[in-house]
């Protein structure tokens, strides 16, 4: 089974920045989407940024002109750049893939990466 591996996550201070890494374990096709996803303690979890497989991006208003995000399509990577953080990013940031299937769609997810921002 396909695994989604995270990396970047830690403990940063307020105007900081980050960069998330997300990995496909294998070769994955069909891909439609790829994006990050957040969920801070006693909030649900929203969608961060994705981008899709034409390129094209699309940011939750609360990180635009923070967040970066890009994908390589090739390698099912993608990757989150993340600039002037305020405590208020501070959550357990995850990974998802979309993929097509003959019945819709799949999501796939990362286990998560924490990222803390603190002074």
């Known amino acids: 089974q396909v695994q989604l591996v995270e990396s970047g996550g830690g403990l940063v201070q307020p105007g900081g920045s980050l960069r998330l890494s997300c990995a496909a374990s294998?070769?994955?096709?069909?891909?439609?989407?790829m994006g990050w996803y957040r969920q801070a303690p006693g909030k649900q979890r929203e969608v961060v940024a994705f981008?899709?497989?034409?390129?094209?991006?699309n940011y939750a208003d609360s990180v635009k002109g923070r967040f970066t995000i890009s994908g390589d399509n090739t390698k099912n990577t993608v990757y989150l750049r993340m600039d002037s953080l305020k405590p208020e990013d501070t959550a357990v940031y995850y990974c998802?893939?979309?993929?097509?299937?003959?019945?819709?769609?799949?999501?796939?997810w990362g286990q998560g990466t924490q990222v803390t921002v603190s002074s």
């Open positions: 998802n893939i979309v993929v097509v299937t003959p019945g819709g769609h799949s999501d796939l």
């Open positions: 981008v899709t497989n034409g390129g094209s991006t």
């Open positions: 294998e070769s994955i096709s069909g891909v439609s989407a």
